[in-house]
């Protein structure tokens, strides 16, 4: 009977899916290790991770059986693209229906930030304020600021879209220009950088973006502007960002992702121009859900048809 490893626990839409199959559950709230994941998937056919999962060559060659590899999560640099090749593991993602949900939370930190939400509320709630003043606790408004947006995707145009709506002027950087509509303009990364009151990474990550943005980088962006970054944290360089918002090169940051993640940098916990959410870009309820039905669906797929839904690469 075909078995199936499931290395953390998802939405039940996900094991509804699946319950034609042998499956196992790794039922644990911290990350799975190495050494469990290798006993898990021993005599499984398929596998289906959390982007959290770290999928190694190791654990690849202790699984004879293996035929796909189901990715929970857009993203797939948890998985040895190369070693599951050799060994003709289809690997899958669930592309696409991170989309909505991603691009509202990048609104969301961006009004948090931009209008000093977390410190309004963080007061409330220990010394309280004296009431409503001219000049107390400005924050600066959207409209009328210049988005500069880092990989032009599906999330990217999504936050453009939504950013219009508050008035916003949008710019796009990506490695191939794109047909736009309403004066959405491309510009090459080191005249977006420049120009940019906001500057947000939905770029993907690889050896090409890694570090993308670093010293020279945030010395070239305005010292007024804020960064955003919802796509992966090695893209920018956290010890190069916090000594730029301490010297006041940047007005502020906020940040889904980190660069050792789970790890934060201690000091990003210390500034108050900073907000830090959890890595929670797709994290509702209804994209959580379409999630599991995709990466589900991969498996049957493959395993009743041949071929996997959306297969990476």
């Known amino acids: 009977m075909t078995h199936i490893f499931i290395s953390g626990e998802i939405p039940v839409s996900g094991y509804e899916a699946l319950k034609k199959y042998s499956v196992d559950v790794y039922e644990c709230e911290n990350v799975i290790r190495e050494e469990d994941l290798i006993e898990g998937v021993r005599d499984a056919t398929a596998l289906l991770c959390p982007l959290s999962t770290k999928v190694t060559r190791k654990v690849m060659e202790s699984a004879p059986s293996l035929k796909i590899i189901a990715n929970y ?66 924050g600066r408004e959207l409209k009328g600021k210049t988005l500069g947006i880092v990989g032009y995707g599906k999330i990217g145009q999504a936050v453009a879209k939504r950013a219009q709506a508050f008035g916003m002027n949008i710019l796009y950087t990506a490695r191939t220009k794109k047909d736009t509509e309403n004066e959405i303009n491309y510009r090459p990364f080191d005249q977006l950088i420049q120009e940019a009151d906001i500057v947000s990474i939905h770029t993907a990550y690889s050896d090409e973006t890694h570090h993308l943005f670093n010293e020279k980088t945030f010395k070239r962006m305005k010292k007024s502007a804020i960064l955003l970054n919802v796509s992966r944290g090695p893209v920018v360089h956290e010890e190069a960002l916090v000594r730029a918002l301490k010297q006041r090169e940047l007005a502020g940051a906020a940040l889904d992702v980190f660069e050792n993640e789970p790890l934060i940098h201690d000091e990003l916990k210390t500034l108050a ?18 999630m599991a039905r995709l990466a589900a669906g991969n498996i049957t797929s493959y395993i009743e048809e041949g071929t996997a839904l959306t297969p990476v690469g």
């Not at 121009?273 to 379409?290: C, D, F, S, W």
């Open 73 to 138: 999560g857009a993203g797939f640099d948890n998985i040895d693209l190369v070693a599951a090749k050799e060994r003709e593991i289809v690997v899958t993602n669930t592309p696409k229906v991170s989309t909505d949900a991603t691009a509202e939370l990048t609104l969301g930190l961006m009004l948090s930030l931009m209008r000093r939400i977390p410190e309004g509320d963080q007061l409330c709630r220990t010394e309280g304020f004296n009431g409503w003043a001219p000049l107390f606790f400005l």
């Open 273 to 290: 121009n900073v907000v830090l959410t959890p890595h929670i870009g797709n994290a509702t309820i209804e994209t959580r859900e379409e």
